[in-house]
């Protein structure tokens, strides 16, 4: 496996994008289970998610299973940021400079990474201390910059499939620690002791 990171996240891409589908809808109903199962999962609140695509774990079996005091967000781009943004199936939808859905809102509809108690974040790649390998636009390092040296609010968990662990990734002085990464089959607490 190659340390360029370019080169890996070709390969990881690629990876979880050759995942079957029907590994992929019985993926999705184990990683809502294990993001349930989390110690610091919320009961009330804002927890926000994402629109899998390329290849992504879907979280719609955990958006649907929500407890019903909490509100599913997804995000939404603004000029060098992420914002959050309350939608539920149905709701109008638009697409962003990189095709990606997000809620069509206006901007005082949307929140603040601050604002919700759990983000879980799509991954390219990860390691088992919890470094994750995304996509390499910085969106959510920027945006979750006040958490770097604070343990929460609000939780941050990495969601992947197996298949996208790698052995090890150099962590950047930008990177934000993630408080947990979930797959399919097993959750990997990175929150300090």
């Known amino acids: 496996m190659t340390t360029d990171r370019a080169a890996l996240r070709t390969e990881l891409r690629a990876r979880r994008r050759a995942i079957p589908a029907p590994q992929r809808i019985a993926a999705a109903d184990a990683l809502?289970?294990?993001?349930?199962?989390?110690?610091?999962?919320p009961t009330t609140g804002y927890v926000a998610g994402y629109w899998a695509l390329d290849g992504e774990i879907a979280l719609h079996v955990w958006q649907t299973r929500l407890p019903r005091d909490c509100v599913y967000c997804l995000p939404v781009l603004q000029p060098g940021t992420l914002k959050f943004a309350p939608w539920r199936f149905g709701d109008a939808l638009v697409t962003n400079r990189y095709?990606?859905?997000?809620?069509?809102?206006?901007?005082s509809s949307?929140?603040?990474?601050?604002d919700l108690a759990l983000i879980v974040m799509?991954?390219?790649?990860?390691?088992?201390s919890g470094h994750r390998l995304g996509m390499g636009g910085g969106w959510y390092d920027r945006t979750l910059a006040f958490r770097h040296d604070a343990p929460a609010p609000p939780y941050l968990?990495?969601?992947?499939?197996?298949?996208?662990?790698?052995?090890?990734?150099?962590?950047?002085?930008?990177?934000?620690?993630?408080?947990?990464?979930?797959?399919?089959?097993?959750?990997?607490?990175?929150?300090?002791?």
């Open 99 to 107: 095709g990606i859905p997000e809620p069509d809102v206006a901007p």
């Open 157 to 193: 968990v990495g969601a992947a499939f197996d298949e996208q662990r790698v052995p090890e990734l150099d962590a950047a002085a930008w990177d934000v620690p993630l408080d947990a990464v979930c797959t399919p089959t097993t959750t990997f607490s990175c929150r300090p002791a």
């Open 122 to 128: 799509p991954l390219v790649g990860f390691d088992a």
């Open 32 to 41: 809502a289970a294990r993001l349930f199962d989390l110690a610091f999962a």
């Open 110 to 114: 949307l929140l603040d990474a601050a």
